[in-house]
């Protein structure tokens, strides 16, 4: 069965101002005051898990080290909490990457759920092991929102990269 959704566009390389851009109003959109609402999505591990997939030589182990300690920071958690768990999910997420780009969007967002549960486990483990309790089964739905939020995420970081489709005839490519 062939894909019905071709594009006859190309995809450009990522500018880095704009991986900058988005990973800082994904950083902001954390620090949003969400109290304890249940299901409120990890901006930064979507935005950090897409440029780990998408451009893994710019984007690693190293910003999502950074990323995490400024998430620590501003949470006021235990510090190395979000540290941690952002450089596992950059380690995972480049280790299948182009496994991942294999697959049309939806079904991307069902590759990376796992790794969205397994952050957010590991989330977990190092508050227990803090010594703070745990917080309970609706904790993880965050994981499902942000697996939810792949898809408009992932268009909306795809849209600057795209070649006008406009073609100059006496060029070939």
């Known amino acids: 069965m062939q894909p019905t959704h071709r594009s006859n566009r190309i995809l450009q390389p990522a500018k880095t101002w704009f991986i900058h851009f988005s990973l800082l109003v994904a950083l902001t959109l954390n620090y949003?005051?969400?109290?304890r609402l249940v299901g409120v999505p990890d901006w930064v591990a979507v935005v950090l898990m897409f440029w780990c997939i998408r451009e893994p030589a710019r984007v690693g182990m190293g910003v999502a080290l950074v990323?995490?300690?400024?998430?620590?920071?501003?949470?006021?958690?235990a510090l190395g909490q979000h540290a941690l768990a952002y450089v596992v999910l950059a380690y995972l997420?480049?280790?299948?990457?182009?496994r991942v780009l294999w697959f049309p969007s939806p079904q991307q967002a069902l590759q990376i759920l796992p790794l969205l549960l397994l952050s957010q486990g590991i989330m977990v483990g190092v508050r227990l092991l803090a010594g703070a309790e745990f917080p309970g089964w609706a904790y993880f739905v965050s994981s499902f929102t942000s697996a939810l939020l792949w898809m408009p995420a992932s268009?909306?970081?795809l849209l600057p990269q795209y070649q006008p489709v406009e073609r100059d005839?006496?060029?070939p490519i």
Do not use: K, M, Y
């Not at 990323?67 to 958690?77: F, K, M, Q």
């Not at 997420?93 to 182009?98: F, G, I, L, N, W």
């Open 32 to 35: 949003v005051p969400t109290g």
């Open 67 to 77: 990323v995490g300690v400024l998430v620590d920071i501003g949470h006021g958690a």
């Open 93 to 98: 997420a480049s280790a299948v990457a182009r």
């Open 155 to 157: 268009f909306l970081l």
């Open 169 to 171: 005839e006496n060029r």
